[in-house]
């Protein structure tokens, strides 16, 4: 198995428009695409009035070290039928975060159809520890 960037033209051929990151990659096996785990250069935000109209301490904390991180979002994950439950999709995301993405990262994305079914599958990903306006947001620590 071979582990490539998923180019900005990889993603206009696949019918993406927004810009992708760099740290998007794919699976390639004997020249055949697998599957691939898209990102997107997007801080997670926390309004700052979200954050000054927090009466806990503890969890205006929170949320401004949210808002500080480098973080970055997860948009897609797209694999083969075949390599679905063949423990590539693992590999590649656990390749990602562990070579890839540099370790003081947060990855987030939403928790929709179909990502969070690939999220679930990968683990790892929890809600925040105090509850965000958006609550289908879902957090990833690279550096665990």
Not at 55 to 70: I, R
Not at 108 to 114: A, E, M, N, T
Not at 121 to 130: A, D, E, R, S, T
Request: proline fraction near 3%; aromatic fraction near 14%; charge should be neutral.
């Amino acid at each position: 198995m071979e582990y490539l960037d998923y180019t900005q033209e990889d993603a206009y051929q696949n019918g993406i428009e927004y810009a992708i990151s760099k740290y998007s990659k794919k699976a390639v096996k004997d020249g055949v695409v697998i599957g691939t785990i898209v990102f997107q250069d997007e801080q997670l935000h926390i309004d700052n009035v979200n954050i000054q109209n927090t009466d806990n301490g503890d969890t205006k904390t929170y949320y401004m070290n949210l808002k500080k991180a480098n973080s970055i979002r997860l948009r897609k994950i797209s694999f083969l039928k075949e390599y679905l439950y063949s423990g590539e999709v693992e590999n590649l995301f656990d390749y990602i975060t562990s070579k890839v993405i540099p370790t003081d990262f947060i990855i987030w994305c939403y928790k929709v159809f179909p990502l969070r079914n690939y999220v679930k599958q990968i683990g790892g990903f929890n809600p925040p520890l105090y509850k965000l306006p958006n609550e289908k947001v879902l957090l990833f620590s690279v550096d665990v």
